[in-house]
């Protein structure tokens, strides 16, 4: 029963991010993640959840790489645990998810100026 329902939620998963939503504005190192590296004095942690497949998430990673801004990628089709914290603890159902700090901020989908925004008021 228990791998019915985790099943099904992965099959809804799966669904709900074809249309991957640009409408809503601990850290890990596991292999298939990767971590740009900057000066990160100035930047609060930044944890962008995506998949390789999905254009907004190509379109927050360009944006931050291009800025230097130190962040971890996890992409939650190759680690399982990015997945459960992406689905259970942030209760997200499209990518990507950007987690700001200590969950002081948590943006679903990527639009620069939301994701500008946020990062200024933690900044104060």
Not at 6 to 21: D, E
Not at 63 to 73: A, D, E, H, Q, V
Request: charged content about 25%.
């Amino acid at each position: 029963m228990h791998a019915l329902l985790k099943w099904l939620a992965l099959t809804v998963f799966f669904l709900g991010m074809l249309a991957c939503s640009t409408t809503q504005g601990e850290e890990r190192s596991p292999s298939t993640s990767s971590a740009t590296t900057a000066p990160s004095s100035s930047y609060p942690k930044i944890v962008l959840y995506t998949t390789s497949w999905c254009p907004h998430c190509k379109e927050a990673k360009e944006y931050l790489t291009s800025r230097k801004i130190p962040f971890t990628n996890l992409d939650v089709e190759e680690d399982i645990s990015a997945w459960e914290d992406f689905s259970e603890k942030y209760q997200a159902k499209s990518v990507p998810l950007i987690v700001i700090g200590n969950d002081q901020a948590i943006l679903k989908g990527f639009k620069r100026e939301t994701f500008e925004k946020a990062l200024q008021e933690l900044q104060k």
